[in-house]
C-alpha cells in the first residue's frame, strides 16, 4: 500500500469505479525512484508521460501541479518510489468513445522501496518468457496502463533465482524485460531494442543511450534474437528503479559481466539515480 | 455514472487507487442487457467471465455472490445495464507480479440505458479503423480491462451517421467492431471470425452461433478481408446490449440488409434478451 498519496491533489485513497483508468486501462504511468527527498530523472518522467498524453489523444497533462505534488510527496521520504498515474478520468457512458471533454484523474503516491537482494547489481539471471509481446506500432514504446501480457508473463515463474523474464516480439527478437528495458555491447555497439512495435521506452534506458557516446560507444537500434546472445560482450537492464541489473545468463545461456556495466553503474551510483545504488561503491544495493 | 453499485459487496463509489484493475487493466469485465428487472444471458456472462479468469488466473469469481447481487441491482430497474467488474485486487508491492493470494475486486454497477436511433435496427454504415488489433493469442477472446486499441479505435470518428468501426487482425482480416462482434451470411455458411489471436468472443456471437443450426446455417470462423465483403448477402453486428445491427455498408460499399439478420432480430425480440428491442416489433429500438 501507498505510504502516502494524492488523488486529484487530496489525500484521498478513492478513485471512482467509472474510472476509465480501471473500465480500459485508458491511462498512463511512472515509475520514479526518490533519493535524498527528491525525485529522480524527474523532467525525463515527465516527458514521457507528456508524449504518451499525446499518443494517446489525452489532455496535456498539468505538469506544474505534478511536480508540486511529486516534490512534496518526495520531499518527506529519504528514499522510496513514486508513482503517478494519469487516466482520462470518469466517462460519460459512451463506452470506448472518449469523452469531449475528458477531466483526467491523476494520481501520485509514495511507496516503500522494494527488498532486492543486493547480489542483482553484480549479475542476474533471466528467463525467456513463453508469452510474447504483441506488436502493436499505435502503443509501442508507451507507458500505458494495458500491462496484462507482462502480469501474464511474470506469472511464469516463481523461482526467486530467476530475476527477470525477457519478452520476444511476434518475430522472436528480444523487446524487454517485463519491467526492464535491455540492452547489450558489441564492440563499441550499445545494441537495444527500436522498440518501434513494443515494448516500453524507458527512461532510464534513455539516459544510458544519452550517455552512450561518452563512454565511446556508439546506439544500434535493433531486435537481438536469443541465438546472437553468445556474441555479446556484455548485456544489461534498466529501469528508474533498479538503474542497472548485469545480465549474466538467459536461458543458461553465459554472458560475461563487463565494463561498460560497471562503468554504467558507477555513474548512475554518482548522480544517485536511485536510492538502491550506493553512493561510495560503484553500484552495489543497499 | 451509475444509478447503483456494489463495491465487494458495499455501496460505496471507491476503488482503491492502488487496485491491480486500474494500474494494469489486471481484471475482466461484463456488460450485461437489463430487460423487465431481470439481467439477460447470465449464465452466459457468468460462463465467460469464469473461463476469462481461468485464462489470467484470477481466482474463480464467486458466481453465487455475483448473481445475488446482479439480481438484486436489476429488480430496481424495468430496463438497463448491468456492469460487472473483476479484478485481481489490490497489489502487495511486488509490481506485475500477481500476489500468493490475490483479494479480488469485484464491482457491480446498474447504468441506464444509452440512447441511440432506433434506425440503426434497420441498418447502420461501418468505417473501417485505421489501427489494428494486435495478434496476442494467450488474449484472444477474453472480455479483459486492457482495452487502448478500441479506445484509439473509437476516437477516429466522431461523424454520429457513422455506426461503428470495423477492425482488422495484423494480416488485414475483420476481426470485430470497436464494440461489437461481426458476422457475415454467404450462401447458407453463418461466417465470423475464429478470434484465436484477437478479438472478445461476445455472449450475443455465442447465442447467434447457438442458434444457426435451427435456421439452416452452418458456422464458418474464419477471418473476412474487406475485399470478400461484396460476396456476402448479409452482415451483421451483436453484442449484449444491441442485440444485433444489421450492416448496410462498410467504408461506402453496400451490403444488402437481409431475412437471417431479420429472423434473429425476432428471435432475440421475442426472448426479450436486450429492453432495446421492442417485444412486438420483430426487432426495432426502443
Redesign the interface.
Known amino acids: 500500500?501507498?505510504e502516502a498519496?494524492l488523488?486529484n491533489g487530496r489525500a484521498e485513497?478513492?478513485?471512482?469505479?467509472?474510472?476509465?483508468?480501471?473500465?480500459?486501462?485508458?491511462g498512463l504511468?511512472e515509475t520514479v525512484a526518490i533519493a535524498d527527498g527528491r525525485p529522480r530523472l524527474w523532467d525525463e518522467h515527465m516527458d514521457r508521460l507528456l508524449e504518451g498524453a499525446r499518443r494517446?489523444?489525452l489532455p496535456e497533462p498539468p505538469l506544474a501541479t505534478l511536480h508540486e505534488e511529486g516534490h512534496a510527496l518526495a520531499r518527506e521520504a529519504s528514499g522510496g518510489v513514486l508513482k503517478v498515474?494519469y487516466?482520462?478520468g470518469?466517462g460519460d457512458?459512451?463506452?470506448?468513445?472518449?469523452p469531449d471533454r475528458p477531466e483526467p484523474t491523476r494520481?501520485v503516491?509514495r511507496?516503500?522501496l522494494?527488498a532486492i537482494p543486493r547480489e542483482r547489481w553484480e549479475g542476474v539471471d533471466c528467463r525467456l518468457c513463453r508469452?510474447?509481446l504483441?506488436?502493436?506500432p499505435?502503443?509501442a514504446g508507451v507507458k500505458?496502463?494495458?500491462?496484462?501480457?507482462?502480469?501474464?508473463?511474470?506469472?511464469e515463474w516463481q523461482d526467486p533465482a530467476v530475476a527477470e523474464g525477457l519478452m520476444l516480439d511476434?518475430e522472436g527478437a528480444i523487446v524487454e524485460g517485463?519491467?526492464t528495458n535491455f540492452l547489450a555491447v558489441r564492440g563499441r555497439a550499445l545494441v537495444t531494442p527500436a522498440l518501434a512495435s513494443a515494448g516500453v521506452a524507458g527512461v532510464m534506458r534513455r539516459w544510458v543511450l544519452a550517455q552512450a557516446e561518452a563512454l565511446g560507444l556508439r546506439v544500434e537500434r535493433r531486435g537481438i534474437h536469443p541465438e546472437e546472445l553468445p556474441e555479446m560482450d556484455e548485456a544489461f537492464l534498466t529501469n528508474s528503479l533498479i538503474g542497472l541489473w548485469p545480465v549474466r545468463s538467459v536461458a543458461g545461456h553465459q554472458i560475461p559481466v563487463g565494463p561498460i556495466s560497471r562503468r554504467y553503474l558507477a555513474r548512475m551510483a554518482e548522480q544517485r539515480l536511485t536510492p538502491l545504488l550506493g553512493q561510495a561503491d560503484g553500484g552495489h544495493g543497499p
Open positions: 500500500m501507498a498519496r488523488v485513497a478513492a478513485i471512482a469505479p467509472e474510472d476509465r483508468g480501471l473500465a480500459y486501462g485508458d504511468f494517446l489523444g498515474y487516466t482520462r470518469v457512458g459512451r463506452g470506448y468513445r472518449p494520481v503516491s511507496h516503500e522494494p508469452i510474447r504483441s506488436a502493436q499505435a502503443l500505458h496502463i494495458n500491462r496484462l501480457e507482462q502480469v501474464l508473463a511474470r506469472s511476434p517485463t519491467a
